[in-house]
């Protein structure tokens, strides 16, 4: 007699059957946790992201369909970052928008090329298509070889998540522009931690043809739960991505709410100000009990112990509630990701970690 699994396993195509899955980070529905595992922002989003919900919530608005291309998100985002709308698509959050260009761009039994170890998610979208990806290995520095750039047959695509997760290092723009002028295919910079850093390429897009860069609106706005990302490429990719996206694949809540958080500027500015104190003072406390801190660009820090196994350490915080991530990848090893909480969270984390 067959399981139901098997069952299952058998009617959906071959290549969702063979497929692990994403599994994201674990998160609790009960209870009082210190969360320092799934890069959220600690804070509260600007107070007009509130207002301009309640607004949108009032009337009819909630009973007609959002506009499918979020123009007004498109106008005040096209001003600030000094392009023309056409050149900007939105998503329900940036994942939305990563699946949207694998699907544009990886035909079944293609390939995808991704830097290692990073956002693991792109493994997944591959499969999801039925393709294949290529995991080519960071050097030792996080710095990326010429390899990345070198060609392939089937080659259809490339990700490069910069800021990278989980080492929160970047890749200049400069040796970014090297890389995709050699590359045979789009490559799209998944800057999900890029209000954090100290550069980003964005103006990349104007330059090289083939570079797509992704935002998120759930780091640096405060704003996971809502669910909200844009890309910026040229207007001839966007009019091609268009065509893949769901019809009303972000809602009026969501738009209102992400057109009222990137118009406040001083909110962000803020915002970034404190999580880049409190990421520094994290890096130094971890360094003084002997981790191997890498200087981060975004709003977490990657640690390694040289002489300590790292999982017991995410075990014993767990069990007096609170999370990070432990984080193994085979070929390279495993390590720590800490998210930037508030500085009672990482008084709190440190305070424990010092009794470890």
Not at 24 to 34: A, D, L, M, Y
Not at 252 to 259: D, E, F, P, R, Y
Not at 338 to 355: C, P, R, S
Request: charged share 25%.
């Amino acid at each position: 007699m067959t399981t139901p699994a098997a069952t299952a396993a058998s009617l959906v195509r071959p290549a969702i059957a063979e497929l692990a899955g994403y599994v994201p980070g674990e998160q609790p529905q009960s209870g009082k946790w210190i969360k320092l595992n799934t890069n959220e922002n600690p804070y509260a989003p600007s107070p007009a992201v509130a207002r301009a919900v309640a607004a949108t919530a009032e009337g009819r608005t909630l009973a007609k369909y959002p506009d499918p291309l979020a123009t007004v998100f498109r106008m005040r985002a096209a001003e600030i970052l000094g392009v023309d709308p056409d050149w900007i698509i939105c998503g329900n959050g940036s994942d939305d928008l990563l699946t949207i260009l694998v699907r544009t761009f990886v035909g079944e039994g293609e390939w995808l090329r991704i830097a290692y170890p990073s956002y693991i998610l792109y493994r997944t979208l591959a499969g999801l298509q039925g393709a294949h990806c290529e995991e080519l290995m960071y050097e030792r520095d996080w710095s990326l070889s010429d390899a990345f750039a070198a060609p392939r047959p089937g080659l259809k695509l490339a990700f490069l998540a910069n800021p990278n997760s989980p080492s929160g290092t970047l890749v200049s723009p400069d040796r970014v522009a090297e890389l995709a002028d050699r590359l045979p295919c789009p490559l799209v910079v998944d800057e999900a931690y890029g209000d954090f850093a100290d550069a980003h390429c964005l103006d990349l897009v104007r330059r090289c043809e083939r570079v797509i860069v992704t935002r998120s609106f759930s780091k640096s706005y405060a704003l996971a739960g809502l669910r909200f990302g844009f890309a910026v490429a040229r207007p001839e990719i966007v009019a091609e991505l268009r065509k893949v996206k769901d019809s009303y694949n972000c809602d009026a809540l969501s738009i209102a709410a992400a057109t009222a958080a990137i118009d406040d500027r001083a909110w962000l500015a803020d915002n970034r100000a404190k999580i880049v104190a409190t990421r520094r003072r994290l890096t130094d406390a971890m360094r003084a009990l002997g981790y191997d801190a890498i200087e981060s660009q975004a709003n977490f820090v990657w640690c390694t112990h040289p002489d300590r196994p790292h999982k017991p350490v995410y075990e014993a915080l767990k069990a007096q509630r609170v999370l990070i991530r432990f984080m193994q990848y085979p070929g390279w090893g495993d390590g720590l990701r800490i998210t930037v909480g508030t500085d009672a969270e990482i008084d709190a984390f440190l305070t424990i970690m010092k009794t470890l």
